[in-house]
């Protein structure tokens, strides 16, 4: 497949971020009319975007970046082909929209320039996100959303709701792209490659690999967290708590979307598995009933299109596990119908909550005379979304049952729960898009009227693009549909299906689906009630399951907490020098990895017998100290004789340096000894005291064991040539320990000296500690001061 590069697109991935930064700033002095101008941002990225139609529906690939650690394959690159070209065009050009809505809808806020700023943050996160080549930055995009949109629904931050949802949201997306990292370390070990643009040329290397099972199951948690996947779906119904723009725009064309584009993405390379046609289509399924099922019971708007949503993902995941070329067809035109019709249709909700001040269905009607601009989005919408001609969705569902159609049980079992969401589905669409506009006009908290131009040109536009793209669906078939299912699919496709349905079981299928949904809108309060009483007597809620595991793990964490750091130092000690004699002497015994002999010098000479032996005098000396104060003066002892062994064998700036810590060390710990108020002996037990010997034992055998395998080896001169051959040169200076210290090691060099400062302010607070002192500040002079004396009575005064 032949390639192209480009090299201003990481200008079109900046300009959301630019404009951010912008918002606050513009909002303040413009008002709602700024979001003209920053939809300016989103505009121009489209545009660029746009702009590559033509070669990606060659089927050219377009490629470009930089490259990060070329030694270890990290770039900054993009990889733009059909599939991430639609996405591209669908986060650009509803961004755009949604920047518009935000001007109107948020309008008079005192923080609207920070909401329309964090929307954009977003924008940029989620365009890197689709459009990233190398792993790194796809995580690194990933993760940003999460974060971008956890600062989104909890925007409204002084509501316990809106600070549990956005919480919510962030753990379940942001422990999910963790799992996703290390799929993708799975993957790059597999394959050795880190980009995606060469991951889909390496063929059957990762489904035949050993480790694919663990790198699918890895790569379905990222993007089942994402995605709203049952048993992970709570976190998007509840995210309604942002304001509707966020609801518009992450909830409907673009975060939740993001685990679907990375299912489609991989598909070509670790699809066509059992695991894969097995995992996918069974949670895909189960998790468009579960949605299904949910919105039917709910009256609020938002939460009905929300539970749909979590339906509309679960319908995608299950055509793409479904992984035949027509469900992958299937999957790419409902993927953007769906962004279409669910991105007006939430942008008709918040108009309709904005201008009468309600969202609940039972509390709406006659709306379609007072905002006729509004009803005709939303019937326009709902149309698609029931997947009725003549708009998108009607493709979309028309190829959904040619794909699932079959005389096998998978394929009739399959088919059945599609027939299920999709009638659930079609009454929803009519309970948003046209009940609120018909039949007498009820009272609502504020009298409606059409809402300003920039509530309505959003999902207007949406709903008009969605008709077009139905009348003329041999150019949007060209350029967008058949490009994006010859990605998916990993080779060429060509999307053929028009307003004239394919005849046969798909016609039958969608009339079913019709006349089923019929049947259950007209007993919509019916079916809420059935829905309730289902829902209510399962008594399952992973919402309610989510919090007794938010709370167990705050109980762990408060027990693990309490035994390690329980405020005492000695265990605090006891059990870092246990981690260190396990690592020291486990490790190696479990590898296998033990020094088996070791060569010992051939003789001492005298003054080197001598230092060992007062080296050994003073460990003994400071076994046999009676007290305190004696044992520090010969614990300086050893630490001398260690100094005097460095000087000998050729390391003066060694030795000196363990001359000064050694002196200072015995000065500061006989200062603070005579400071403390301690018992002049030990008095420890004999068992504290076994316990303490073993592991320095421990701890001293570990540490010889490692430097005995150490020097058993050939040894390695490279980096001593290079440090005496590139000290002088780079660093200007003949002195290598020096050099080494100050610039080789500089930062290290920079946290042992914050080490110490730190260590020496705590040695300054005991010093100045008095047991028994009151932990107050002393009181000022002035509230000290002698109070004026009472003046004296006169005589005979009080009698």
């Known amino acids: 497949m032949p390639e192209m590069t480009s090299d201003l697109t990481w200008v079109a991935m900046l300009l959301p971020f630019a404009a951010a930064i912008l918002a606050p700033w513009l909002t303040a002095r413009l008002g709602a009319n700024a979001a003209w101008i920053l939809a300016l941002a989103p505009a121009l990225a489209f545009l660029h975007f746009l702009g590559f139609l033509p070669e990606i529906a060659a089927g050219e690939r377009i490629t470009g970046g930089y490259a990060w650690v070329p030694s270890l394959n990290l770039s900054f690159s993009w990889f733009i082909d059909g599939l991430s070209l639609t996405f591209a065009l669908l986060i650009t050009g509803i961004g755009m929209l949604i920047v518009l809505y935000a001007g109107g809808y948020m309008k008079g806020h005192p923080q609207q320039g920070r909401f329309i700023g964090f929307i954009l943050l977003f924008m940029g996160a989620m365009l890197g996100l689709v459009v990233s080549d190398s792993f790194l930055m796809l995580f690194v995009f990933w993760e940003l959303t999460s ?259 079959g005389s096998d049980p998978r394929s009739i079992l399959f088919t059945s729960v599609a027939v299920v969401g999709n009638a659930l589905m079609f009454v929803i669409a009519f309970a948003v898009g046209l009940k609120p506009f018909i039949g007498k006009e009820a009272q609502t908290p504020k009298h409606a009227h059409e809402g300003p131009v920039l509530l309505w040109i959003g999902p207007l536009t949406l709903a008009v693009l969605s008709l077009l793209g139905a009348l003329f669906s041999g150019l949007a078939h060209r350029f967008i549909s058949s490009p994006m299912a010859s990605a998916v699919d990993g080779e060429a496709q060509a999307v053929t299906i028009s307003l004239i349905p394919h005849l046969g079981a798909a016609l039958a299928l969608s009339v079913l689906t019709v006349v089923i949904g019929l049947v259950l809108y007209l007993r919509l309060d019916r079916l809420r009630a059935a829905a309730d009483r289902l829902v209510t007597g399962l008594g399952i809620s992973p919402d309610r399951g989510f919090d007794h595991f938010v709370s167990g793990l705050v109980r762990f964490s408060t027990a693990v907490t309490r035994f390690v750091q329980n405020g005492r130092l000695e265990t605090y000690i006891t059990l870092s020098f246990i981690s260190v004699a396990l690592v020291l002497l486990v490790t190696p015994l479990v590898y296998g990895e033990l020094p088996g002999s070791f ?201």
């Not at 995941?317 to 035109?333: N, Y």
């Not at 029931?386 to 190829?399: C, N, Y």
């Open 147 to 405: 974060i971008t949109s956890f600062l989104l629904i909890g925007f409204d931050h002084t509501r316990e709701a809106s600070r549990r949802a956005a919480l919510q949201a962030l753990v379940v997306t942001g422990g999910g792209g963790l799992i996703l990292l290390a799929g993708m370390i799975f993957i790059w070990n597999i394959t050795g490659v880190s980009q995606l643009s060469l991951l889909l040329s390496t063929g059957d290397a990762l489904r035949e690999s050993p480790f694919y099972l663990a790198a699918l199951l890895l790569v379905l948690g990222g993007a089942f967290t994402k995605s709203a996947q049952f048993p992970f779906h709570f976190w998007l119904p509840n995210a309604m708590e942002a304001p509707t723009p966020v609801s518009a725009y992450l909830h409907s064309a673009t975060m939740v979307k993001a685990g679907v584009y990375l299912l489609m993405r991989l598909n070509p390379v670790m699809g066509e598995t059992p695991a894969w046609e097995i995992l996918l289509p069974f949670f895909g399924g189960i998790t468009l009933l579960v949605g299904a099922v949910l919105a039917v019971r709910q009256t609020d708007l938002k939460l009905m299109l929300a539970y749909t949503t979590v339906a509309s993902l679960g319908l995608l995941v299950m055509l793409t596990g479904f992984d035949t070329e027509r469900a992958i067809e299937a999957a790419v035109l409902y993927l953007v119908a769906h962004s279409l019709f669910k991105g007006a249709l939430f942008m008709v909700a918040g108009a309709i909550d904005h201008e009468a001040g309600t969202r609940d269905i039972t509390r709406l009607g006659g709306l379609g005379k007072l905002m006729p601009i509004t009803f005709a989005a939303a019937i326009l919408a709902g149309i698609s979304m029931a997947g009725l001609p003549p708009l998108f969705g009607f493709l979309a569902k028309e190829e959904i049952y040619y794909a699932l159609a």
């Open 599 to 799: 060569a010992l010098p051939q003789a001492f000479d005298l003054h080197e017998m001598a230092i060992l032996v007062i080296a050994v005098i003073g460990v003994v000396a400071v076994l046999t100290a009676k007290d305190r104060l004696t044992a520090i003066v010969c614990l300086g002892i050893q630490g001398f004789a260690v100094a005097v062994i460095f000087l000998l064998y050729g390391a003066p700036d060694l030795s000196f340096t363990q001359f000064m810590v050694e002196t200072l060390s015995v000065v500061i710990l006989a200062l603070v000894m005579t400071r403390l108020r301690l018992s002049l002996s030990d008095h420890r037990p004999m068992l504290a005291r076994l316990l303490d010997g073993s592991l320095a034992i421990a701890c001293g055998l570990g540490f010889a064991l490692m430097l005995v395998a150490s020097t058993s080896g050939p040894f390695d001169g490279s980096l001593s040539a290079f440090f005496g051959e590139y000290s002088k040169i780079i660093a200007h200076g003949a002195n290598v320990v020096n050099v080494i210290i100050v610039d080789y090691r500089g930062v290290d060099t920079l946290g042992e000296i914050a080490v110490v400062m730190i260590t020496g302010l705590s040695i300054l607070a005991l010093i100045r500690i008095r047991v028994g002192a009151p932990l107050v500040p002393a009181p000022s002079p002035s509230a000290v001061a002698p109070s004026p004396a009472p003046a004296k009575k006169k005589k005979g005064a009080g009698k």
